[in-house]
């Protein structure tokens, strides 16, 4: 009985000490000039798309939960950010070639066909966010066609 | 029973410092790496130095560089072909290095950006080859021949290069081979013989 009181203590100072470690916010009021829908300027539909589901974490701007107060979920949710920007950077769009730009366009498309983006770890909370098969389509058509125009 | 709880109590305290201590070290291989490439690209620059002197443009002979690139290439579609995920993964890793550590000071500055934009890409593409399923694998290789197809047209090549065609993989693809044969990259054994030479590059 002592062992798990003590056990606790100890697992109850960590979680304590682990809330001092800061985390980077990745949040700005600024929205560039290089940013994708300011560039391709979708219709309206299109544009909330792509904001309810990829911008969180693929632009500089994320729009935090509650929960992100907490360690250690803001160390994953700082990981994921990360990534995310390091692989597509829609705030960062127009900075890249013709040839960046329909590689990634291309990339986009097959994640989204395929069902890989946006992930089930985010779309487990953000229901918002999960694609339906209309919304695919016309995501899917659209990214095309901006492709096509390159 | 009060010196098993203190053992307990320790190794937990060990078990979290640890597991934040190797977060940080992980961290720290990475620059290490970033810093390792450099370093290797900084060999291969000095070498071409000492052997041929800079002002001395021949735009017809394939640069060592050049020519590794299209050698890693070459293992990686033979990998693709033979459906071989970790072999792919291998290629894919060393022609990313091979990529990076390409020395592009040789072409004129507009062959300098044009070639600098055309190994961005592939590196990025090379990069998803080695770490990806055999599906991902294909979808990148679609877009890297299309990056080294380009690349060809401004380093030249030694070696005749067929440019071949398969209509039926993803609207269309197509890939660089050594020899005339049809060996499909983006189906292996279950359409082996999908394609036509499109293009004879010398």
Redesign the interface.
């Known amino acids: 009985m002592k062992i798990v009181k003590i056990i606790a203590l100890i697992l109850l100072v960590a979680f304590v000490g682990i809330q001092f470690v800061p985390t980077e916010l990745n949040q700005s009021d600024v929205v560039p000039k290089t940013d994708f829908l300011l560039v391709n300027n979708p219709p309206e539909n299109i544009s909330t798309l792509l904001q309810e589901s990829c911008y969180d974490c693929h632009s500089n701007n994320t729009s935090y939960p509650w929960y992100n107060k907490m360690q250690p979920v803001a160390w994953f949710l700082e990981g994921h950010i990360k990534e995310g920007k390091a692989e597509l950077n829609f705030s960062e769009w127009d900075s890249l070639s013709n040839r960046r730009k329909a590689s990634k366009l291309n990339s986009i498309i097959k994640q989204v066909e395929s069902d890989e983006m946006p992930l089930s770890s985010y779309t487990l909370i953000h229901k918002e966010a999960r694609f339906s098969e209309e919304e695919k389509t016309i995501i899917i058509q659209w990214i095309t066609l901006l492709d096509d125009s390159l | 029973?009060?010196k098993?709880?203190v053992t307990?109590?320790i190794m937990?305290?060990t078990f979290?410092s640890l597991s934040a201590m190797s977060c940080k070290d992980s961290k720290k291989e990475h620059s290490v790496d970033a810093m390792h490439s450099e370093m290797n690209h900084d060999e291969v620059m000095n070498h071409d130095n000492l052997n041929t002197p800079n002002d001395v443009v021949d735009y017809n002979v394939q640069t060592s560089d050049a020519k590794q690139v299209m050698s890693d290439y070459m293992t990686l579609k033979e990998a693709l072909v033979a459906t071989n995920k970790e072999d792919a993964a291998k290629a894919g890793k060393k022609l990313e290095s091979s990529l990076k550590s390409f020395d592009v000071s040789k072409y004129t500055a507009e062959q300098q950006k044009e070639l600098k934009?055309?190994i961005?890409?592939a590196i990025?593409?090379a990069e998803h080859i080695g770490k990806s399923e055999m599906d991902h694998q294909r979808?990148h290789f679609k877009?890297l021949s299309k990056?080294i197809i380009d690349m060809v047209a401004i380093t030249g090549t030694e070696n005749t290069l067929y440019q071949q065609f398969c209509p039926m993989y993803d609207g269309g693809s197509a890939w660089l081979s050594m020899s005339k044969d049809i060996k499909n990259p983006y189906y292996g054994s279950k359409m082996m013989s999908c394609g036509k030479v499109q293009k004879e590059i010398n």
């Open positions: 029973m009060k098993v709880s307990t109590a937990v305290m979290v934009d055309i961005a890409d990025e593409h979808e877009t990056d």
